[in-house]
């Protein structure tokens, strides 16, 4: 079974900085742009970061640039999202995806891009 895996959310202060990862099971993430989304309570689930299967190619969201960096290894078959100086806003469920491509697409801010998605990791920014 095809599934993505994603692990590192959790509760965090304003300030703080956690690793999110998404690890292929039953599949090689080599052959897939893979993009991480998020969705808060009462809001649509938007784009974050997409990163090409060679990792060469990456584009973030305007609200995310400087303080997330995706990231991929492809021999570890996971991809990572850094997220640092983090933000209440920020709190949402962080999902991730992947489209079996080796670029990187204008549509990758696209929800109906992709063909997998992961169950999604809970970051909460709080005091």
């Known amino acids: 079974q095809l599934q993505l895996v994603e692990s590192g959310g959790g509760l965090v202060q304003p300030g703080g900085s956690l690793r999110l990862s998404c690890e292929g099971s039953g599949f090689t993430l080599a052959s897939y742009a893979i993009a991480w989304f998020r969705q808060a309570p009462g809001k649509e689930r938007d784009r974050v970061a997409c990163i090409n299967s060679s990792g060469s190619s990456i584009n973030y969201a305007d609200s995310v640039k400087g303080r997330y960096t995706i990231s991929r290894d492809n021999a570890k078959n996971t991809v990572y999202l850094q997220m640092i100086s983090l933000r209440p806003e920020d709190t949402a469920v962080y999902y991730c995806?992947?489209?079996?491509?080796?670029?990187?697409?204008?549509?990758?801010?696209?929800?109906?891009?992709?063909?997998?998605w992961g169950q999604g990791t809970q970051v909460t920014v709080s005091s």
């Open positions: 995806a992947a489209r079996r491509t080796s670029y990187l697409s204008r549509n990758c801010r696209d929800i109906t891009y992709y063909d997998y």
